[in-house]
């Protein structure tokens, strides 16, 4: 059920003040957890979503798809019984090709009955690399999350580094000159989703660095310049 409301000083019949709509059968993608902000072009690309029910009746089956720029959508049905309020994750068997540059992907269910189809679809952009662009410069192991381009970079006073997440989790970050020793460590507690660290270097000197985000699963490595 979704109320809106109003409130006026003085109003003299408040009976009419607020209308509440219920959305019985309805389905929604708030989030595309792969990919995540980047690809490397010409790789066969998985994509995985986060499929929730903000309706009051139990949903059994629904079709999802997703769209990559102006390509015709890849449909699919999900299938399982998902109670009102609760969330899965589908990922499509069917993948695609990872264009070079930003790109727009889009996802959503196509249920059918849905009373709350304004909700239905997310879209996001992903930038699609070559394989030798050192942006980026290491991953090891198999992190749940993603961190794309630094910007601005180079930089002069603060840096902002793009993070997604698959799911929450407490990101350590560690900062390197160009000899290798550390000179920052902080921890983050970042929910799922798309997330920004901001990062002070005002008091840094000229040069380049590398900065390390880790977890439990891997680790992502990029480059920052500083320059004034």
């Known amino acids: 059920e979704i109320c809106a409301s109003t409130t006026v000083s003085g109003d003299s019949n408040t009976g009419n003040d607020q209308y509440c709509k219920e959305f019985s059968l309805d389905a929604a993608v708030p989030y595309i957890m792969n990919p995540m902000l980047i690809s490397y072009s010409s790789d066969s690309v998985t994509v ?15 079709d999802v798809y997703y769209k990559v720029k102006n390509d015709p959508p890849v449909t699919e049905q999900w299938t399982g019984l998902l109670p009102p309020g609760g969330y899965t994750v589908y990922t499509f068997m069917q993948k695609f090709v990872s264009p070079s540059g930003t790109y727009q992907i889009c996802a ?92 002070g270097v005002k008091d840094l000197a000229q040069g380049m660095y590398y900065f390390r985000l880790s977890s439990d699963d891997g680790s992502v490595a990029g480059k920052i310049i500083i320059r004034r």
């Open 48 to 62: 995985t979503i986060r499929l929730e029910n903000p309706g009051s009746d139990t949903i059994f089956n629904t």
């Open 108 to 199: 959503g269910p196509d249920l059918t009955g849905d009373t709350g189809p304004m909700n239905d679809e997310t879209c996001k952009y992903i930038t699609g690399k070559q394989k030798d662009d050192t942006s980026i410069n290491d991953i090891t192991g198999n992190p749940d999350f993603a961190a794309g381009d630094c910007y601005p970079n180079p930089a002069c006073d603060i840096v902002n580094i793009p993070v997604e997440l698959a799911k929450p989790a407490v990101l350590n970050f560690e900062l390197y000159n160009i000899t290798g020793d550390r000179i920052l460590q902080r921890r983050h507690k970042l929910p799922y989703g798309e997330n920004i660290i901001e990062l």
